[in-house]
């Protein structure tokens, strides 16, 4: 008698290889993207340049892995259950059923919330460490948005006319945004139009920047462990503010706290030759300590206001 349908050890050895070959699939598109190990994990993420950064990328992977794992999981019992539970020819009963069966729907109502009660704790977790408050022995930068610059404002360091040191950015001139390595630094932003968005990539996150701050009981200031390394980071507003919001970039800089303490010793004091307090610019300039000290953004650069210009910004 000629036996119906195909047998289950050859069903079996089909799904074997069929997960075999998705399997090196996979690793053969790891290995040969040239992506290291550390760049997979990121799924995507910059590379951080803050503890917190740090924090919140681990958060982000550890989510998507365990979003991987019960996909793999819904996608392999999907796949079994089409192989090995569809409807044959000739078959007329129903499959066996499972709505009643109580420690399976146990498993799939306790499984879900474990998952969700890990996810939010370790989300808590890394919340209450990037929203801390600050302690009072930080660097304190204040930073302005309005249509469409930035201004940063050193308010610990008073430049010769009195005021605190700062750098308004230009239709011509990015502003550069000078900040210490391996320092805490405290940040309180406010607009004075519209929204706005302070968004630096490598710190992997971006604050939304208010008008009245206070009266839209927003909290406006937040702090940052350090920043780990030395470099040129570019900056943009990251919410829209109005017809050239995409052109609404700065840059920080971030220099070795001995580079920063001379910068912070130059805007304190007169340009000998131009008779006004040094400003942003001019004090990179005269320390001449190589690419770090250019006096002009690397990062990015000012927008012509000319519609026609067809400018591309990075």
Aim: aromatic share 10%; hydrophobic share 40%; net charge neutral.
């Amino acid at each position: 008698m000629r036996r119906e349908g195909t047998p289950p050890r050859a069903r079996t050895g089909r799904v074997r290889r069929a997960l075999g070959l998705t399997a090196a699939a996979v690793v053969v598109a790891v290995t040969t993207s040239g992506c290291s190990v550390d760049e997979v994990l990121r799924f995507g993420w910059p590379v951080g340049v803050t503890p917190e950064a740090a924090q919140m990328r681990t958060l982000w992977t550890g989510a998507a892995i365990a979003a991987l794992v019960v996909g793999v999981l819904v996608w392999g019992a999907t796949a079994w259950a089409v192989a090995f539970h569809r409807k044959r020819a000739g078959e007329s009963d129903l499959p066996r059923q499972f709505q009643y069966n109580l420690p399976l729907e146990l498993v799939l109502t306790v499984i879900p919330l474990v998952i969700v009660a890990v996810l939010f704790y370790f989300t808590v977790v890394v919340q209450n460490v990037v929203d801390r408050n600050p302690t009072g022995d930080e660097l304190e930068i204040n930073i302005t948005g309005f249509q469409w610059n930035w201004e940063f404002t050193y308010p610990q360091t008073p430049a010769p006319n009195g005021l605190p040191a700062s750098v308004v950015g230009t239709t011509s001139s990015v502003p550069i945004l000078v900040l210490p390595t391996d320092r805490p630094i405290r940040f309180t932003q406010e607009s004075k139009d519209v929204i706005h968005s302070f968004w630096v990539p490598e710190f992997l996150f971006k604050r939304d920047v208010f008008p009245f701050p206070e009266e839209n009981e927003q909290k406006n200031t937040w702090v940052i462990e350090r920043i780990e390394r030395p470099g040129a980071f570019v900056g943009r507003c990251a919410e829209y503010c109005g017809a050239y919001h995409s052109m609404m970039n700065f840059e920080v800089r971030a220099l070795p706290p001995n580079l920063f303490d001379q910068f912070l010793g130059l805007r304190q004091q007169v340009n000998p030759q131009t008779g006004q307090p040094y400003t942003t610019n001019e004090a990179l300039g005269a320390m001449n300590c190589g690419e770090l000290c250019n006096p002009r953004s690397i990062s990015t650069y000012a927008y012509n206001p000319d519609p026609t210009a067809q400018q591309a910004f990075r």
